[in-house]
Nanobody
Framework: QVQLVESGGGLVQAGGSLRLSCAAS????????MGWFRQAPGREREFVAT????????NYAASVEGRFTMSRDNAQNAAYLQMSRLKPEDTAVYYC????????????WGQGTQVTVSS
């Protein structure tokens, strides 16, 4: 029901920062739990972060906790991923995803945005 579009990816040096945005349209944004996932070359898509409907709670993969921060702005129908102290292993296509509150799976995905971290 909701449509998602990611933006903000690009090339950054190791140790640098990058902020990804996810714009949502359709549906009622506050009824969705939002998440970020990533897929590196030759690897399966992996979980990065998730945030509750009101932004009260976030969860992160161990590989990014302490470096990445997820947030959302329901008034703007947007979710964000602030990435700091980036490492070359963070290089991947990053995807925004949404699931309805009470559902166990993310079933709406954006097209992805490329993040490349140079050493």
């Amino acid at each position: 029901q909701v449509q998602l579009v990611e933006s903000g990816g690009g090339l950054v040096q190791a140790g640098g920062s990058l902020r990804l945005s996810c714009a949502a349209s359709g549906g009622i944004f506050s009824t969705y739990v939002m998440g970020w996932f990533r897929q590196a070359p030759g690897r399966e898509r992996e979980f990065v972060a998730t945030i509750t409907w009101n932004g009260a709670k976030t969860n992160y993969a161990a590989s990014v906790e302490g470096r990445f921060t997820m947030s959302r702005d329901n008034a703007q129908n947007a979710a964000y991923l602030q990435m700091s102290r980036l490492k070359p292993e963070d290089t991947a296509v990053y995807y925004c995803a949404a699931r309805r509150i009470g559902q166990s799976e993310y079933n709406t995905w954006g097209q992805g945005t490329q993040v490349t971290v140079s050493s």
